[in-house]
C-alpha cells in the first residue's frame, strides 16, 4: 500500500460524543493490517479491517500526532492524524438564587452559585467587574463579597468556558445605601 491519507483532519473530537467513522484512503495493493502508535485516546480505536477510526472518546485530551501504519506482504505505508479531544461545552448557565439582586452597601451578600450543564467549567469570568468589594471566584463561578460602593443597577454577564466552548448569563445587580436607622 502507499499514500495512506486520513481527510479531514485535524480532527477535534467532543469527549461523550460517538464520532462519525474516518475512513483512510489509500492507492496500491489491499492492507491486511492496521496498527496505530501511540494509543489513540481513551474510547477510540483503529479498526482491524478497514482502518477506521472509530468510537467515542472518554477524556479530554490534548492535540497530539497518531502515527496510523497499513501493511500488506509488499510493505508499508504510514499517515500522520492529529486528534484533539475537548471537554462538551458548558450550557445553560444560570445562578441561584435567580433574578435581579439588591445588595446593601457595607452588608455582606446572599453567596450567588452557578448552575451550569454540560462539562466542567474550567474558568470564570465576569464584565463589567462587579461593584468594588464583592468578586466571583476565578474556578468555582460562585459570587460573594461585601460591596464597597453604591452602584445603579446593571447587567453583569458572567462567561463560563471549559476546552469544548463557553456559556453566558447575565446577571443584574444593584447596591444601595444603608437604610438610616
Known sequence: ?????????PFVFTRTVEIAPVAP???????????????LPAGLALDAVNGRLTGTPTAVTPSAGYTVTATNSGGST??????????????????APSGSQTWTLGSLITTLVPVVSGGPVVSWSIAPALPTGVSIHATTGVISGTPGVVAALRGYTVTATNSGGATTATLTARVNAPVPP
Open 1 to 9: 500500500p502507499q499514500g495512506l491519507s486520513y481527510n479531514g483532519g
Open 25 to 39: 484512503t489509500s492507492q496500491g495493493g489491499p492492507v491486511t493490517a492496521w496498527s496505530v502508535a501511540p494509543p
Open 78 to 95: 504510514t499517515a500522520n492524524v492529529f486528534i484533539t479531544v475537548v471537554d462538551v461545552a458548558p450550557s445553560a448557565l444560570t445562578y
